[in-house]
């Protein structure tokens, strides 16, 4: 493979094509009014995912229950079915096909990963797993490369800020990832998988319930994927060696329904990678094989009580453990992060209020392993007081949020939203809203030698506005934002940190507008999706563009039954980006095109192939660092119905 770079002509009508791709689908979308639109088979895919009903449930926009017609923020929602078919070994791929996403990655799967949404920081996004906050007081956000796809049965992305809701870090949006939960007789499951690269994959798992009727539910499954991956460095002196990886992953999950108006549930999740890498400080005289060694530990217990038909709680107790190692080179952190969140809901006809106390409690480790000699082992706590209230009918919906967040550190933080839609007409609906964020430093970026004690937390203001249209398997939606964030924090140059290399500091403002379009389409048999986004993630200060970000990124996939067997295929394109702040290293766009299919071959086997970057391309998510070229997998699965 070799080296593409795009020219300014061909960056140019790579903008084109999201354009004419998002016109069409708009045009389709209006158009389908007039006619009576054929119901979607269960295995269409809408935005990258299936197509949900309204009447489903979604938790993430206010941490309570709400059917997906009642929402007025921006959602997505990703199932299994969706998870399989795309063949994605790792979540930020996945992530990645959803409109208002894009990730960047320093080489191959197991190396650091990067999820922004709508071009926001990485660490402006709160993750949760089953109810879990995880995150990392080093350099800040989730480190995505630890969380392990495989057990991943569910993911629900809410795009916009949510700290009046959440608290400290959910600047930009939240994603929340759930496991399998268990119903119905014992439902076991056995895949195994081969690809390029020397990739095997074996997974196991069992679910369902037992009891009188059903009151014990679980869920428990294991994962092991290994690779002889690539080189993952393109330039430079360093080792040309294939960087690997390995994984290891389970989960357990464990439900009992005490009465019709108690359930305890229980969660435990956990991964360790081992994955190869080049350090900067490679000398061919003394080679060495690095290694990136992950640790990520979820453990849950939540009660929930029905106390009456309108008044129900939820109390739960979370711990998160993410740890980070290099060998031989020596570095070492490790997070430790304990929640606690007493829920009260009250519905009283179309109104909904709610009030949350709760506690997060950081430590971080970082021992001292290098010339430096500063070893880190402080912690620090938030309680937080977050009240909400909802009204829903008449066409009308109306979200207010507010909470007061008391940081051990930082002191008193107040953040608040108000969210309002209308429904036009029973497919058309528009929404609006305003919110305000924070995230608090971390304990790395204040107190590391790079640290400088005296950073402020990091504090945004968004706005946006959106419109929407859906009827049986067909979408449209437009949503326009505006977010500044000021106080942000980057690596800036020598200060009065330790390190003459750099230190820390609230050196800009950003901002982070855009308008995403996203729709769906059933024509001729096949079920058309796409989304294209156009944003401006800048430096208010310097008015450069932010690293790694680009101004323009589309999907397009198609996919319909051939022949017994469920084919589509998808592109992903994103404009040109820049590697640095000051927008001296260009990164060129690209266009990548996968290809997938499955069937079931018996009644109790499915078989998946699938093929990514078709065409080969040879692309850069990262200055110096490789990306895979064409590959393919196959995977078998057996499922007895």
């Known amino acids: 493979m070799k080296s593409v770079v795009f020219p300014a002509h061909a960056n140019a009508l790579l903008g084109l094509r999201p354009v004419a791709t998002a016109c069409g689908l708009w045009l389709l979308a209006l158009a389908a009014q007039a006619e009576t639109a054929t119901p979607a088979p269960s295995w269409l895919v809408v935005q990258n995912l299936r197509a949900p009903s309204l009447d489903e449930v979604v938790v993430t926009a206010t941490r309570t229950p709400q059917p997906l017609a009642d929402l007025v923020a921006d959602v997505s929602i990703v199932d299994r079915e969706t998870i399989e078919a795309s063949g994605a070994t790792a979540l930020p791929d996945v992530l990645a096909r959803l409109p208002g996403i894009e990730i960047s990655r320093n080489g191959g799967l197991g190396s650091s990963a990067s999820v922004f949404v709508r071009g926001a920081e990485s660490r402006f996004t709160a993750v949760y797993i089953d109810g879990v906050r995880v995150d990392s007081q080093s350099t800040g956000g989730t480190q995505w490369e630890q969380i392990p796809l495989a057990q991943i049965e569910r993911i629900e992305v809410l795009r916009g800020p949510a700290a009046a809701v959440y608290g400290s870090d959910a600047i930009a949006g939240v994603i929340q990832l759930f496991t399998r939960q268990g ?31 059903g009151a014990f539910d679980y869920a428990l499954g294991l994962s092991r994927t290994l690779s002889d991956g690539f080189d993952t460095k393109n330039s430079g002196s360093h080792d040309t060696d294939r960087d690997g990886y390995r994984s290891t992953s389970g989960y357990a999950r464990l439900g009992l329904r005490i009465n019709a108006q108690h359930r305890l549930e229980g969660n435990l999740l956990a991964q360790r990678m081992n994955s190869g890498y080049d350090d900067f400080s490679y000398s061919p005289a003394h080679p ?62 179309a109104h909904r209020f709610s009030a949350t106390l709760e506690r997060r409690e950081d430590q971080l480790y970082n021992p001292a392993l290098d010339a430096w000699g500063v070893t880190l082992d402080g912690e620090r706590s938030q309680d937080g007081l977050a009240l909400g209230y909802s009204y829903s009918a008449h066409g009308h919906t109306l979200q207010i949020n507010a909470r007061h967040d008391d940081d051990s550190e930082f002191g008193g933080q107040n953040t608040g939203s108000l969210a309002y839609g209308y429904a036009i007409t029973p497919q058309w609906r528009a929404t609006a809203s305003v919110g305000t964020a924070f995230r608090a430093p971390t304990l790395y970026h204040r107190f590391s030698e790079y640290g400088v004690a005296t950073l402020q937390p990091e504090k945004s203001h968004n706005a946006e506005i959106g419109l929407r249209w859906a009827e049986k398997s067909s979408t449209f939606s437009i949503v326009a934002y505006r977010n500044r964030v000021r106080n942000l924090i980057s690596f800036a140059g020598a200060g009065s940190c330790a390190s003459d290399f750099g230190c820390y500091a609230n050196t800009a403002r950003a ?63 994103s404009g040109q980006r820049f590697d640095n702040a000051a927008n001296t290293n260009r990164l060129g766009g690209y266009a990548l095109w996968n290809l997938y299919a499955n069937k079931r071959l018996a009644r109790d086997f499915t078989l998946l192939a699938r093929i990514d970057n078709l065409a080969d391309k040879d692309y850069q998510l990262a200055r110096t660092y490789a990306t895979a070229g064409r590959s393919l997998y196959l995977g078998l699965k057996w499922t007895p119905q």
């Open 183 to 213: 119903q119905g007789p014992a439902q076991p499951m056995v895949g195994v998988g081969i690809g390029s690269q020397g990739t095997r994959h074996i997974e196991a798992a069992i679910s369902g319930s037992t009891g009188t009727e």
């Open 511 to 573: 901002q982070y507008e855009g308008i995403t379009l996203a729709g769906s389409y059933r024509l001729a048999g096949v079920q058309w999706r796409g989304s294209v986004d156009w944003l401006n993630p800048r430096d208010l200060d310097t008015g450069k563009q932010l690293a790694r970000r680009a101004k323009r990124h589309a999907t397009l996939g198609a996919e319909t039954l051939l022949s017994g067997w469920n084919v589509g295929a998808e592109m992903q394109a």
């Open 288 to 349: 060495s094989d690095d290694r990136n060694l992950h640790r990520l530990r979820t453990a849950g217990l939540s009660w929930q009580a029905q106390w009456s038909e309108a008044y129900r709680t939820r109390l739960s107790i979370t711990e998160a453990v993410s740890r980070y190692e290099t060998t031989p080179s020596p570095y070492l952190t490790e997070t430790t992060l304990h929640g606690y969140l007493w829920q009260h809901d009250y519905q009283a006809g």
